[in-house]
């Protein structure tokens, strides 16, 4: 009996990917003025920025229904698999409840996951679950595994705008102003499922001296877990100067890191310039 896996396009996996990763991926809609799109789909990270740069108002994302998860389980259990869905964090959208409606009518067959995470907070646990899914154990289990290994997760960004926060009614226009003029820097993270403001930094370079103090505070990294970084934006340059900066935490640990683009659903609020990096913390 095969696990398939299932995961929300807050995770910042496409469509290509999902299918490279053998999971299945449901996308969430965004909306610009009159035009709807499918969030991996039919537009891509850069495609969002384009817009969302071009565009004078935040565009609108919606949470994925019970009815599309319940097709979904539908489609991949008739051939006796077990489901393991994880998604975005329930505190940051109604998407897991959605989820968790739909897999009552799937008893004993689908077990959905919180991640209390996003973006690549997300991505990270849903690579665990991939690894796990090897090792031939339930879908129950996995899950248990899941629920478990989340905590572990840290997700700390350093965003390169105040813009997007005014805009979506986080902080005033005129704290936007004022840290536009000074070049301040905020940075968040993802803690017990929701975004929180941990610290600013003046500049880009304390700022990614800053992110290096709290991923040293946090207790390093588990480089035996997934670990990934992230930009926001139409191009990486940002997050290469922070790696050079940073190669100190990874040098003679790693060969590569991986790096992704963030996606519409943290994109919207963060807008471009944004590094960020997730990776489960060190235990013991």
Not at 107 to 112: H, L, P, Y
Not at 132 to 159: D, T
Request: glycine residues 10%; hydrophobic residues 40%.
């Amino acid at each position: 009996m095969s696990i398939k896996l299932v995961v929300d396009s807050a995770s910042d996996i496409d469509i290509t990917e999902a299918k490279e990763l053998g999971i299945h991926m449901i996308p969430m809609s965004i909306q610009f003025g009159e035009d709807t799109y499918s969030d991996g789909v039919d537009l891509t990270r850069k495609q969002f920025f384009e817009k969302l740069i071009e565009s004078s108002e935040l565009p609108k994302t919606s949470q994925i229904n019970m009815f599309q998860f319940e097709e979904c389980f539908s489609s991949l259990t008739e051939d006796g698999s077990e489901v393991v869905a994880i998604t975005i964090s329930s505190k940051l959208s109604g998407t897991y409840a959605s989820a968790v409606q739909a897999a009552q009518n799937f008893k004993g067959k689908v077990f959905v996951v919180d991640s209390l995470n996003a973006s690549i907070g997300e991505r990270v646990l849903v690579q665990h679950a991939i690894a796990l899914v090897k090792e031939g154990i339930s879908a129950q289990a996995l899950a248990e595994k899941l629920e478990e290994a989340r905590h572990h997760i840290k997700l700390m960004a350093l965003l390169g705008t105040l813009e997007y926060l005014q805009k979506g009614g986080r902080i005033s226009a005129v704290t936007a102003v004022s840290g536009a003029i000074l070049q301040i820097k905020p940075v968040i993270s993802i803690v017990d499922g929701e975004v929180k403001m941990i610290g600013k930094a003046m500049g880009s370079k304390k700022g990614n001296n800053f992110l290096m103090q709290l991923i040293g505070k946090s207790g390093g990294i588990d480089f035996d877990m997934p670990y990934v970084t992230a930009y926001s934006g139409l191009e990486d340059s940002l997050l290469q100067k922070y790696l050079h900066d940073s190669a100190s935490l990874w040098r003679d640990k790693v060969e590569e890191v991986p790096s992704y683009c963030i996606g519409s659903t943290i994109g919207t609020h963060i807008g471009p310039g944004a590094i960020a990096v997730a990776f489960f913390g060190k235990q013991g």
